[in-house]
């Protein structure tokens, strides 16, 4: 079937630079230059929001003003800046200022090894490059083989003998009094940035991301938000929001760097996720805004401390990146006395960031497992295998369009065909829509198994063994392996990581308890006739999305391995 939004229409809106429009909010206007923006709780730091607001200014004149008058040089035609940090302040500050400055920037993973930073250095054609004291060694590696010169490396946080930083930039054009460069113009498909896909299957491809695209990303927000009753709870209280989703994922770039700074809202500023740091910080700050993935949701419930530590300041929570399963959503929810919901939406970097939201109570609040309703002016289709309209609740392929979806993909007119057809963004993603336009996801579409010509949902069987009542598993993952009645057919393998319970238990028991809880709940063709192996963690990149590949070529490599052993 096909669906528009339950929401109002997107009122017209001009092309405008985003930094303008975010600057020109109403929070802006309503809310005093002394409020509290961005806090740094590790070094002590915090920024108000007019700080702020006068530090991009700075920042973005310290940029495009030439070496010799102070400045970085930077030119507003033919740059690509590479930024590769885990969180700090100065990140949102060099995101803000490139906007403002409309100089397009590449979102570099923090985590990124030498042979990947090969390949996200040269496919985003980096020009410039500010890193993360931390991160400087092996991006000097990496970046002597792709020609980024010495001289456009930058330190971005911090001080390193010898290297330019972004904070003596800012501080050599105040010191000259340069006058401020105004915000450039932009028209519909002026490039924003680039950020990098999963990569779960294959190399990441770089999504282009214009600045219209993050101005109808905001005002779907804006609409959303106009129709939606206000939290009783929040009006009450001073939000404050928690940053630790890395910048550098489509997740944290809008729920860190550009929501908090449009709405106003005081955001603490992690460097990356640390369950720890996190229980410490939400009773310490009074967090009520907390966005996480299923890991590290999964992370706070089985915490030693969850039980002891105060969560009733959280009144907004989340989660985004992967799918949340929904026992895990009603397990933290019972552990937040003030949150109505654990909300869910559905996201890709090429739809900006999002497509669904919660629904709110306007359109009948929340379902369980379900990934929520579109959002303001998207459209979606359902589309079977054949090309043609999946009815109400059949599964189908995920097709999207509206203001957000990207551009494409950076000099990759290939994959761009591929996936962005007439308008619509074919997401790669299963889902079916109830009778209400609630969205439920099933299942990625290059997961799903054929098993003796059945469809088998890896995801299905993840939450069937999830809810095995003895508690014996904190995480687990399904894919297929080899083993099937045929060379290309694959049977389904769990990975499962042990709780306390399961290690009392042992290794053998539990497998055993678990076969047994599958072949009584499911259809045997589902049964895991691929095995069950234990392992210390299941391998996820740093926004939560499981790594099946890695465990199935590990599988595959000791398959043949035993093979080799016979001959």
């Known amino acids: 079937m096909h669906y528009k939004s339950l929401y109002p229409p997107l009122p017209a809106y001009k092309d405008q630079n985003v930094h303008d429009f975010i600057f ?30 006068e530090r991009v200014l700075d920042c973005t004149t310290a940029l495009v003003m030439p070496v010799a008058q102070g400045g970085l040089g930077l030119t507003q035609e033919g740059e690509m800046v ?36 090969q390949h996200l250095f040269r496919t985003s054609e980096a020009t410039r490059l500010f890193v993360h004291p931390s991160l400087l060694p092996q991006a000097l590696e990496v970046s002597q083989q792709v020609g980024i010169a010495e001289d456009r490396i930058y330190i971005l946080e911090g001080r390193v003998e010898g290297r330019k930083n972004l904070a003596g930039a800012i501080a050599e054009v105040r010191k000259r009094q340069v006058p401020r460069v105004p915000s450039r113009p932009v028209t519909r498909d002026t490039l924003a940035y680039l950020v990098f896909s999963s990569g779960t299957s ?56 550009i929501r908090p700074v ?12 640390n369950a720890d740091t996190v229980l410490e910080l939400i009773p310490k700050y009074r967090i009520s805004v907390l966005s996480l993935t299923p890991p590290a949701m999964l992370q706070l419930v089985n915490h030693r401390r969850i039980r002891e530590t105060d969560l009733s300041s959280v009144v907004l929570t989340g989660s985004g990146a992967a799918h949340l399963p929904p026992k895990l959503a009603r397990t933290f929810k019972s552990m937040l006395k003030n949150a109505e919901s654990v909300g869910e939406g559905y996201g890709m970097s090429e739809m900006t960031i999002s497509g669904t939201r919660t629904a709110p109570s306007t359109f ?27 009815g109400s609740n059949e599964p189908g392929e995920l097709w999207l369009r509206g203001d957000n979806v990207a551009l494409g993909y950076w000099r990759n007119e290939k994959a761009t065909k591929e996936t962005f057809v007439d308008g619509w963004v074919h997401t790669g993603d299963r889902f079916r829509v109830d009778s209400d336009q609630h969205f439920f996801f099933v299942e990625r579409t ?4 054929k098993v003796s010509g059945a469809q088998v949902s890896p995801t299905e069987i993840e939450n069937v063994l999830l809810a095995q ?49 599958i072949q009584k709940n499911l259809s045997k063709y589902k049964w895991l006739r691929g ?26 490599q000791q398959q043949a391995g035993k093979e080799r052993a016979k001959l």
């Not at 449009?262 to 996720?273: D, E, F, G, R």
């Not at 939560?544 to 465990?551: A, E, F, I």
Request: charge should be neutral; proline fraction near 8%; charged fraction near 20%.
């Open 24 to 53: 020109s909010a109403p929070a802006q206007g309503e809310q005093p230059d002394d409020k509290d923006l961005l806090i740094d709780p590790l070094a002590l730091k915090k920024w108000t929001k007019g700080q702020f607001r």
């Open 82 to 117: 590479a930024i590769m940090s885990t969180n700090c302040l100065e990140y949102i500050t060099l995101v803000h200022s490139l906007l403002r400055a409309a100089i397009p920037f590449a979102l570099i993973p923090a985590s990124s090894t030498a042979f990947e930073l």
């Open 202 to 257: 294959g190399l990441p491809k770089a999504v282009m991301i214009s600045q219209r695209n993050v101005l109808a990303s905001l005002i779907q927000v804006a609409v959303a938000a106009g129709i939606e009753p206000a939290n009783p709870i929040l009006e009450k209280i001073q939000p404050v929001n928690l940053g630790f989703l890395p910048i550098y994922h489509t997740y944290g770039l809008h729920y860190v760097c």
């Open 262 to 273: 449009w709405m106003v809202l005081p955001t603490v500023v992690i460097p990356k996720w």
């Open 364 to 390: 009948g609040g929340p379902k369980p497992g379900s990934s929520g309703i579109l959002l303001p002016g998207i459209e979606a289709k359902i589309v079977r295998d054949d090309g043609t309209l999946a």
């Open 446 to 449: 290059k997961d799903i198994l």
């Open 469 to 517: 009542p003895d508690k014996l598993i904190l995480d687990v993952t399904v894919a297929g392996v080899s083993g099937g009645r045929t060379s290309d057919e694959k049977v389904p393998r769990a990975w499962i990581v042990l709780s306390d319970e399961g290690k009392q238990r042992g290794a053998d028991a539990v497998v055993q308890a678990l076969h047994t809880w």
């Open 531 to 556: 095995g069950i192996e234990v392992v210390d963690e299941i391998p996820k990149n740093p926004t939560g999305k499981v790594l099946r590949r890695v465990l199935q070529d590990r599988y595959e």
